[in-house]
């Protein structure tokens, strides 16, 4: 395999994993990340999925972390 191609699918698996990882945060966890419990609405949802995609990585930890705390 090619350095263009390995390059190629390693762009696709990370944004196939930001997209799947930022639906799922945005669905169930995002109430759960934020400091105070608060709603948050449709429209404010949406306006994290891009973030959400392109910073998976620092997401998907803080995620994880708010899980183990009470």
Known sequence: ???GMFLLYGLAFYA???LITAILFVLFGVTRVL?????????ARILFVPGA??????V???WLKSRRRP
């Open 1 to 3: 395999m090619s350095m």
């Open 16 to 18: 196939v994993a930001g």
């Open 35 to 43: 400091a105070h419990p608060v709603s948050v609405t449709p429209g």
């Open 53 to 58: 995609a392109l910073l998976w990585p620092l």
């Open 60 to 62: 998907l930890g803080r």
